[in-house]
């Protein structure tokens, strides 16, 4: 019989340079959410970046009580993303629990989790894709309850904005939002412009479980304004940062002028 030794060839391995790795992305992303990777994964397609996710439980409401409960495991998850591998930056996929943990402590609880100084979350990158485009009027459409709705706005008023309208699906299951009709989108956004008189600089579409990405250009051309969803705003805040030199075409003008 052949022994083992005999036939044992030893290799060499060949490991890349660190200029020939791609950026690699952590995104932290709530167990109950049916479409950020997706959108992500479509929007970065063909571009030098790894997606890396982690999922995080979560309640199935979208209630500040229920949002506030994951602020424990944000840290946690981000470190199971290539924990012996550092990742170039890290992005936590809600937009409302940003607002209602905060944050200034949702970007401590990434920097120490992933190690590294790169973070975003939705609402943090919706302030900087709004300022980035002199944008100061703006109309929202947000799919969640009231009692997530009022201190949203109230941030936004805190940090300069003039909302001009507030269009609402009051929905408090997550799931509920994931399935929607995509195709209906168009309709709500007709609807909250004929209830304003004059057109915003910019429309932002909230919640990174609302299918938007593949409609923001045609959107934008229709009614001339800048539109915006949390998605498209997190993936450009990440980019921006980086100082990825790359353009992404088709989802809405932010992410054409990186």
Known sequence: ?????????PLKA???????TP???????LATDMVIEAEWAQGFAGLPIE???SR??????VTPEALLTMADQIGQCASLILPDVALDAIAYGCTSASLVIGEKKVH???????????????????????????????????PYVAQVNQPFYTA????????TKWGSLDLELDRQIGSMDVTHLPSLIEQLFAAMEQAPDAVFISCTN??????LSSLERRYGCYFLSSNQVMAWHTLHQLKAPCQIDGFGRLLARL
């Open 14 to 20: 060949r490991f890349l340079a660190a200029a020939d």
């Open 1 to 9: 019989m052949t022994s083992f030794a005999n036939i044992n060839l």
């Open 156 to 163: 936004l008023q805190s940090a300069g904005y003039e909302v």
């Open 56 to 61: 995080l439980a979560c309640e199935a409401e």
């Open 210 to 215: 609302f299918r938007t990405m593949s409609l």
């Open 108 to 142: 401590a609880l990434l920097q120490k989790g992933a190690g590294c100084t790169i973070t975003s979350n939705p609402f943090t990158a919706a302030k900087a894709a709004l300022g980035h485009l002199g944008a100061k009027r703006i109309a929202v459409l947000s």
């Open 23 to 29: 950026l690699r992305v952590g995104l932290v992303v």
């Open 51 to 53: 997606l890396l996710v």
